[in-house]
């Protein structure tokens, strides 16, 4: 048996939906019984069979308790993915008709941006910002921090690798605990010796470093910058290090070394890194604001610029739309899904409220201990034909296949 069809109306509607659930061990007993009792009447067959449709009469085995339990959470199973399909068209349909439209007025936005950046060029009133004043004054800083840096890394290179100890002791006197303490080497690097050559090389080698992240251009430009910047307070904190641990031996060769030394509890080792690291930052940072100057002083160069930003912008709305229709189709993907499992659950409820295949065997064995009564009696030929002409009407009313009886 496939599936019930919709119920329709039949006989005795009323006295069926008030009917209490009787119990029977066998139908075909049952049909015989009742056969008997309304001398194998059609319409009292009729009657009955709607009943053991509508579950009024059941067979013994029955557990109502059990089937409600069933049929309630099947219910709740329903309902529940019909709210999760309802969140999910929701977000389907606020992306397509608020996200989407959203990025595409965006861009069109930044498009009429770039053509009337154009057209300002063109007719000369494209409002740079270009202060002399500053473009001055980032200069002069950019240019003593520069100085300074390669003074910084010239001196941490030479006390790291080439402070002579027995030298330094010598000559410190009385102030050996003040002279210990210092983590530069002015002396050093100002006294002519061979050593400076790959002092001052070094020393340049670390400013050309604090270029690059200035070069970096695209789509990965802050990682590649973060990464740049990353290396440079490692080999930062390597060369604080070196000095630290040499301040430190310093103080064991001249007696006056504190006791349990750790580099990362020395004030030494975040001296180093405040007036290196820290002063590379700032130098970067200004070094970008004279760029940024520099680039307005040009109305032209300033309109590139400004038109490279407002694309790239652009291109990342454009990789936004992308991802939002990937997501509306994952989405299709995932209603779909759930439409499923909810005709699914629709049918299992069905045959939790009424077994197709049970049911009509139910009313097959009813039949045929009816029809049984009435082969005891040819007298009951002619109610046989309408007994079966009525179990054929209700069953093509209500099912799909009928059974076979032989």
């Known amino acids: 048996m496939e599936t019930l069809t919709e119920t329709s109306n039949s006989v005795d509607e009323t006295e069926g939906s008030f009917k209490k659930v009787e119990r029977v061990k066998s139908f075909t007993d049952y049909a015989i019984q009742k056969a008997g009792l309304n001398n194998g009447d059609a319409t009292s067959m009729k009657m009955h069979l709607k009943w053991i449709k509508d579950g009024h009469v059941v067979d013994a085995t029955y557990n109502e308790k059990e089937h409600e339990t069933r049929k309630e959470k099947t219910h709740e199973e329903i309902t529940s993915k019909h709210e999760e399909k309802e969140k999910l068209e929701s977000e389907k349909k606020t992306t397509i008709e608020i996200h989407i439209p959203s990025c595409n007025q965006k861009i069109d936005e930044l498009n009429d941006e770039i053509h009337q950046t154009k057209l300002d060029l063109e007719e000369k009133k494209l409002q740079t910002g270009y202060q002399p004043i500053k473009l001055a004054t980032y200069g002069i800083l950019v240019g003593v921090l520069s100085v300074y840096l390669i003074l910084f890394y010239a001196s941490t290179i030479y006390a790291s690798f080439f402070r002579n100890a027995n030298s330094l002791l010598a000559t410190a006197g009385d102030d050996i605990i003040l002279y210990l303490d210092s983590i530069f080497d ?41 990464i740049a910047i990353l290396g440079a307070l490692i080999v930062d904190s390597l060369l604080a290090y070196k000095i630290d641990s040499g301040i430190y031996n310093l103080k064991v060769m001249a007696g006056v070394a504190e006791e ?16 290196g690291f820290l002063a590379y930052l700032v130098w970067g940072y200004m070094y970008e604001l004279m760029i940024k100057e520099k680039n307005k002083k040009n109305a032209g160069t300033c309109a590139q610029l400004v038109i490279r ?21 994952q989405l299709e993907s995932q209603i779909s899904m759930l439409a499923g499992r909810i005709e699914n659950l629709k049918k299992d409820l069905e045959k939790a409220v009424l077994n197709p295949d049970l049911l009509s065997q139910c009313l097959t064995s009813f039949y045929m201990g009816w029809r049984q009564y009435l082969n005891s009696s040819p007298d009951f030929d002619v109610k046989k034909v309408e007994c079966e002409s009525a179990y054929k009407e209700f069953m093509e009313t209500h099912f799909k296949q009928i059974p076979n009886l032989n």
């Open 186 to 226: 002015m002396k050093g690097i100002l006294t002519p010796s061979p050593s400076l050559i790959i002092v001052y090389l070094g020393s340049f080698l670390f400013f050309a470093v604090g270029l690059i992240p200035h070069t970096f251009e695209g789509k990965r430009k802050n990682l590649w910058k973060a």
């Open 260 to 275: 349990n030394w750790f580099f990362l509890t020395s004030i030494n080792f975040y001296l180093v890194l405040t007036f």
């Open 309 to 329: 930003d407002l694309k790239s912008k652009i291109r990342s709305q454009k990789d936004e739309i992308k991802g939002l229709k990937e997501k509306v189709i």
